[in-house]
């Protein structure tokens, strides 16, 4: 098994590469300029934003500043922000914990939700408890967040006013007040997007679960005289985890990606908008380094996935 | 998006929101006038004549001058006797400005060029009246401010947009600022320079600043002028890589002793107070960043932790998200600050913001809040706070093309040696301008946040010229154009010698923009003219990229619209852009700021005179003139007078310019127990 991860790991290297450089080439053509902010004042001369670009090595051909960027980042340079002028890795670290602790939390509240209702709604098919969780899991879908995340403002910050809508990345009470209050400005962004996970993830445990349970070494199970319990848990659900583990891995590089449009609504100091700022204002070592790493935790977690496979079901082999 | 909205929501609104805001929330008291001034006012009957201003300004500048300097005065007229008295009553403090202003004002000066009158006269640039009321430092809890913008650096040489300003002012300090008035104020010094106590030189080639004794850096080192002119060198070195490299290059700063510095020109410079002046012009300490001047610049400790002399200490700071700060107890204004902690919260959209501000109350005050009117109103109603109107200089307008955007010569569009087809002809500009209906964009679009306006220059009031006036007529346009020769084909679009008369207008992604587009459009169809909307991301129009045909410099278009924030109450750097010398070509990568390459030789000498010209009554008169012959001539037609929105939580007293940043008078800050 080392052998396959020790392979796996190579082969990842020049995809990593190729991405590394389809991002770079993308970004430095797309239009803007990390200093247009200077173009309008007019206190600023258009030779400052000039030499400022030189400075910064805005002007050079893009395969030199590639090069550039790739050496630096194999010594573990991450670059700095033009727009901050703050090295990048703290940047990142900085937003990190926030956006661990609200895209986490959601990810667990989703899969909470989603495979009992799922394996339960499995097991009964078309009853009045599969239709209802069928019903919602449709409508979850199909709300997108930024709606959702809205009504939730309108209804419980400010019609009911319960809940801040405006993220504190760190709260000034201490102990039991704190972690109170921590989950309190939680609540609405997890909600909106753990129950829009949630609705998804359930219609997939759904169909898996339903794959599984027909099969005969479930009915063989159930003829040994196996409890309905242990036949579900024990048997049917492991095989039918596979896909579900597929899935849960893919999303796995979004809870350290952020979430950029949640952040957005409810200002979660987290990577997602650090990213979409950094977009617009063309702060390209910043918007290279997310999507990098983020590129990175695709492949990484894709590795985790198929060795889980293995332990999941040992008929899987590693070659 | 964000990037290049035109962070101001400027403009001259309509006169009643502005006193609004200048009554309720900057002067809740109107002194009243002493009885004294109206019994001058009887006896001595001034004639309107007498004041005629553009034609006398100069002259009685003179006078003025001459009156107040001149120790032995003998043979003064009348005139000049009255006048006297009253500036002398005004420098002892018998007479308050206000009155000097309003008693000016019943002779026929604008209250501007009374001002003017005073500055001259030899009484400081005064500092407008303070409305501060608290009488012990600290006491207010937090003050939690949303900047939907956060901040993302905390050194002003590095802030590349207001948003940066505003967070660096938390906690270092200028010489002096701006107040709501345009009136400067001072923070670190001790006296506004004037000819009278010899802080400026007659021939306006220095001047030289005092500074407060006993202010002291947050971390106890005292603040002298040593600080002061490394800040000189440390944004001159182009290594160091500052935005402030424009203001400082150009001039030299010296220390006289520790507590005072000269600043040398050039070349006589009438607006001196540019260096060190308001939020761009905040001071950093020498200490802390003696080593890490040029090449090394980035990497000072204190360029994410700022260790300045302002009313709040650094506590916290994280790029685009929060800064924090909490009261310095050593602070150098008495009783100041009023609020215990400081929180600035960035992030999120100027709608959002409004609400958390004026509808939930979860937060003080909220920057630039640039939302349509109506949604504004709707929030205000029973809510927890209200948007309060800065008045400044900003003009929304829109570019005429002189040169022909569609001939390519030498590579390059829009090039100087061509003319424009059609909007070379004056009367197709004229037409144009009259087919803006800023009215109905004011009332559609802006609302309170906008005043209509026949200017370009709006600002400050003793520059904004009287003389001109605009109209929205379509049978005018369509009856200028049918003299002029431009006859509706048969598509119902006018036409000449063959040429169609077909416009492409564009502009920035921005909600109100592309409602003033369709309205212009509209009213231009009507009139026979087929107009083609265009519209580029902010990002990329207001960028600086030369290899990048959509952006505002290169001017690939008929017309353009956008706006230039004004930054400081001082028209120089405005109207300096529209000098001949600065047309943008390919030669100087489209780094010349005169985009419309609008060339008018008596343009060019008003401003080179107005530049050279340190009488200030007869530089405001170039000023003017520059102005109008920018709308004789129809290179700009203004659209709108914006000004800055801000909400406000209903017990907050806040101090907010149109001349500066929104912190720059953050230590006047109030809040008020009831609303």
């Not at chain 1, 972690?179 to 609705?199: D, H, K, N, S, Y």
């Not at chain 2, 009438?270 to 060190?276: K, L, R």
Request: charged share 20%; aromatic share 10%.
């Amino acid at each position: 098994m080392s052998q396959y991860v020790l392979r796996r790991l190579l082969i990842a290297v020049p995809s990593l590469l190729g991405i590394s450089l389809v991002l770079y080439i993308v970004l430095a053509l797309a239009p803007g300029d990390p200093f247009s902010e200077l173009a309008t004042n007019p206190n600023v001369p258009p030779e400052v934003a000039a030499a400022l670009r030189a400075k910064f090595g805005l002007d050079d051909p893009i395969y030199l500043r590639y090069l550039h960027w790739l050496a630096a980042m194999v010594q573990g340079d991450w670059g700095f922000s033009f727009v901050s002028r703050m090295n990048v890795d703290t940047l990142i670290l900085q937003r990190l914990p926030t956006t661990l602790y609200v895209i986490g939390s959601a990810q667990i509240l989703a899969l909470l939700i989603a495979i009992p209702v799922g394996v339960y709604a499995a097991t009964r098919p078309y009853s009045i408890f599969d239709q209802i969780a069928n019903t919602f899991a449709f409508i979850g879908f199909s709300l997108p967040t930024f709606f959702t995340g809205l009504l939730f403002i309108l209804v419980f910050s400010i019609t009911l006013d319960w809940l801040p809508f405006v993220y504190s990345s760190d709260i000034k009470a201490t102990g039991i007040r704190w972690l109170f209050e921590q989950i309190r400005q939680a609540i609405m962004p997890v909600m909106v997007l753990g129950l829009f996970q949630a609705a998804s993830m359930t219609r997939f445990v759904r169909s898996a679960m339903l794959d599984v349970i027909r099969l005969d070494y479930v009915t063989t199970a159930r003829a040994k005289g196996l409890g309905q319990p242990r036949v579900i848990v024990k048997h049917a659900m492991r095989n039918a985890m596979i896909p579900v583990v597929t899935l849960v891995a893919l999303q796995m590089p979004a809870v350290f990606g952020g979430a950029i449009v949640t952040e957005q609504i409810f200002r979660i100091p987290g990577i997602g908008s650090l990213l979409i700022s950094s977009i617009l204002s063309n702060d390209t070592p910043v918007v290279m380094a997310v999507t990098f790493v983020f590129a990175c935790l695709v492949v990484l977690f894709n590795l985790i996935a198929d060795i889980l496979y293995g332990w999941l079901d040992p008929r899987i082999s590693f070659r | 998006m964000q990037s290049a909205i035109p962070r101001r929501f400027d403009a001259s609104g309509p006169p009643d929101c502005q006193s609004d805001v200048r009554r309720s929330v900057f002067l809740p008291k109107q002194k009243s006038q002493p009885p004294s001034i109206l019994l001058i006012v009887d006896s001595q009957p001034l004639t309107f004549e007498a004041f005629n201003v553009p034609l006398t300004g100069e002259q009685l500048g003179r006078r003025l001058r001459r009156a107040s300097n001149t120790k032995n005065r003998t043979g003064t007229t009348m005139l000049d006797t009255e006048l006297r008295t009253m500036i002398d009553e005004v420098k002892d403090g018998r007479m308050d400005r206000r009155g000097f202003v309003q008693r000016m004002l019943a002779f026929g000066l604008t209250a501007p060029m009374a001002t003017q009158i005073l500055a001259i006269g030899g009484v400081a640039m005064a500092e407008g009246p303070s409305v501060y009321k608290p009488t012990k430092r600290g006491g207010g809890g937090a003050l939690k401010l949303l900047w939907w913008q956060g901040p993302t650096l905390l050194n002003p040489h590095f802030a590349t947009g207001t948003k940066d300003q505003d967070g660096s002012r938390l906690f270092y300090e200028p010489l002096a600022c701006w107040d709501a008035d345009g009136n400067m104020k001072l923070v670190l010094a001790a006296e506004i320079p004037s000819l009278e106590n010899g802080g400026l030189s007659a021939d306006g080639m220095s001047v030289t600043w005092k500074l407060k004794p006993g202010v002291k850096w947050h971390d106890g080192k005292p603040f002298t002028a040593d600080d002061v002119v490394f800040n000189w060198e440390y944004a001159r070195d182009p290594a160091t890589a500052t935005v402030t490299i424009g203001v400082h290059r150009d001039i030299t700063v010296e220390k006289v002793d520790d507590l005072t510095v000269r600043i040398t020109f050039k070349k006589p410079t009438p607006f001196w107070a540019d260096a060190f002046v308001g939020a761009p012009g905040s001071i950093i300490p020498k200490h802390l960043f003696a080593e890490y001047k040029g090449a090394k610049s980035r990497e000072a400790p204190n360029n994410l932790s700022p260790v300045g002399t302002g009313p709040y200490k650094f506590v916290e700071f994280k790029p685009g998200d929060v800064i924090r700060g909490e009261l310095n107890p050593d602070y150098h204004m008495p009783n100041r600050p009023h609020f215990d902690t400081i929180e600035m919260k960035g992030g999120g959209d100027a709608v959002s913001a409004a609400r958390a501000v004026i509808q939930t109350g979860e937060y003080d005050f909220g920057w630039n809040i640039q939302v349509e009117d109506d949604v504004l109103l709707r929030l205000e109603k029973g809510g927890k706070g209200k948007t309060v109107y800065a008045v400044g200089g900003d003009t929304e307008f829109i570019a005429l093309n002189f040169t022909d955007p569609n001939t390519e010569v030498d590579g390059e569009r829009s090039s100087m040696k061509t003319k424009h087809p059609l909007l070379s002809d004056p009367a197709v500009r004229k037409a144009l301008s009259m087919l803006v209906d800023r009215e109905a964009v004011k009332k559609v679009i802006y609302g309170r946040a906008g005043r209509v306006t026949p200017n370009f220059l709006n600002g400050p009031e003793k520059f904004v010229s009287k003389n001109t006036s605009w109209e929205f007529s379509i049978e005018k346009a369509s009856k200028l154009l049918d003299e002029a020769g431009w006859k509706p084909g048969a598509d119902g679009i006018r036409e000449k010698d063959g040429k169609k008369l077909k416009l492409l207008y564009q502009t920035a992604i921005n909600g109100p923009r592309q409602k003033t587009q369709a309205i212009v459009k509209q009213a231009c169809q009507k009139a026979g003219i087929d107009v083609e909307l265009k519209s580029v991301v902010a990002s990329v129009f207001f960028s600086s990229d030369v290899a990048n045909p959509d952006t505002y410099a290169k001017f690939y278009a008929d017309l353009e619209m956008f706006q230039i924030p004004m930054s400081q109450p001082d028209p120089a750097q405005h109207m300096r852009r529209y000098h001949s010398r600065n047309v943008a070509t390919k030669e100087n990568k489209w780094q010349g700021v005169n985009f419309p390459r609008w060339v008018n030789k008596v343009y060019d000498a008003a401003i080179d005179a107005a530049e050279a010209e340190t009488d200030l009554v007869k530089r405001a008169a170039l000023y003017i003139k520059a102005n109008d012959i920018m709308m004789q001539d129809i290179v700009f037609i203004p659209v709108m007078h914006r000004l800055k929105v801000e909400a406000c939580a209903n017990t907050l007293r806040p101090v907010v310019s149109g001349w500066a940043n929104e912190t720059d008078n953050l230590f006047d800050w109030y809040r008020e127990a009831t609303g």
